[in-house]
């Protein structure tokens, strides 16, 4: 059984900083991808940053600049680094693995969520 957990979450104000971190455990293919996304109230979620076990990452157009994704060391955790918050921000922040079997053949994991509010 695969689990993905995250935290870190919480109120800032705009300009502020936020630091998140997921821990998944379990069966992690070696080939895989962790990664951010974010759903506010009404919206989709949409992609905020994701890194791969190759060390690939890409980011949100949004959110360039001011938003770092890393894993740390050896561990099946990834961490998100939040500066320069605006209101805009403000979302549930869901951490999904994502195992590859093979090129075609994926398996997603989602954590719980956690929640960050900018105020202005």
């Known amino acids: 059984q695969v689990q993905v957990a995250e935290s870190g979450g919480g109120l800032v104000q705009a300009g502020g900083s936020l630091r998140l971190s997921c821990a998944a455990s379990?069966?992690?293919?070696?080939?895989?991808?962790m990664g951010w996304y974010r759903q506010a109230p009404g919206k989709q979620r949409e992609l905020v940053a994701t890194?791969?076990?190759?060390?690939?990452?890409s980011y949100a157009e949004s959110v360039k600049g001011r938003f770092t994704i890393s894993r740390d060391g050896d561990e099946n955790t990834v961490r998100l680094q939040m500066n320069n918050l605006k209101p805009e921000d403000t979302a549930v922040y869901y951490c999904?693995?994502?195992?590859?079997?093979?090129?075609?053949?994926?398996?997603?994991?989602w954590g719980q969520g956690t929640q960050v509010t900018v105020s202005s």
């Open positions: 999904r693995l994502r195992n590859y079997r093979s090129s075609l053949s994926i398996c997603d994991y």
């Open positions: 379990g069966s992690i293919f070696s080939v895989n991808t």
């Open positions: 890194i791969s076990s190759a060390g690939s990452i």
